[in-house]
């Protein structure tokens, strides 16, 4: 069966140090891959996606992802946190027939 | 700025009355969705349309309805208000189906239903 699973619920980082997500993924082709961030109160926003071509993915806010296909990963980083990336973090696989499947999100706490 | 909004933002209604939520795009995206969004489960699909007067239902679907008259409006209508679907709920568009190429998602509508 198709699913997405983030390990982790909530996550600490201090401001400044380095950041990373964990996604895993089931499905049997090769998927469509994103990561959207959730602020309070807000909708989700598209941070970056994969299709295909180079693994090492960039987006916005000085996020990059990484597609793992023997590991099917796509973990989330960013080399230094700041207060501002405090969200809930979604990785989404695009499954296909209108289907996008989300993981249950990663809060991640930013401390100072 | 994001070229999607939702009315309302907020709604409170009682178990059994019929609730419409809107959903405006100026993006002229051929494809839009409702989700909701609920603690510990993501996002789950309700409805999605894939043009004027083209929609179907994705995975929760019992219980809503949804219409798509113009391009840019996309209507999910509670027939029957449950506590169940107390939640937020989420519309979003999206240049290509499957939304491969990523969705853009409005800032939500949060409904209690007491």
């Known amino acids: 069966a198709q699913s997405v699973t983030q390990p982790d619920i909530h996550i600490t980082v201090s401001e400044g140090a380095s950041l990373e997500l964990r996604c895993n993924y089931s499905y049997g082709a090769t998927p469509y891959l994103f990561w959207y961030v959730q602020s309070p109160g807000q909708g989700l926003q598209l941070l970056l996606k994969?299709?295909?071509?180079?693994?090492l993915v960039q987006g916005i806010k000085g996020f990059e992802a990484e597609f793992k296909r023997s590991q099917s990963s796509f973990n989330l980083r960013k080399p230094s946190v700041h207060w501002s990336d405090a969200a809930e973090y979604f990785c989404?696989?695009?499954?296909?027939?209108?289907?996008?499947?989300f993981g249950a999100g990663t809060r991640l706490f930013v401390k100072a | 700025d994001a070229g999607i909004t939702q009315s309302p933002r907020h709604k409170v209604t009682e178990t059994g009355t019929p609730v419409t939520l809107r959903c405006h795009q100026t993006e002229n995206h051929r494809y839009m969705y409702w989700y909701r969004q609920d603690p510990g489960h993501g996002l789950r699909l309700i409805h999605y349309?894939?043009?004027?007067?083209?929609?179907d239902k994705g995975e929760v679907s019992d219980g809503y309805s949804v219409s798509r008259s113009k391009t840019e409006d996309f209507l999910l209508t509670l027939e029957s208000a449950t506590s169940s679907q107390t939640s937020v709920y989420f519309c979003a568009i999206s240049e290509g189906r499957d939304g491969n190429y990523g969705y853009t998602f409005g800032s939500g509508t949060r409904l209690t239903v007491v």
């Open positions: 349309s894939y043009g004027v007067k083209d929609t």
């Open positions: 989404a696989v695009g499954a296909g027939g209108f289907k996008t499947i």
């Open positions: 994969y299709f295909s071509g180079d693994t």
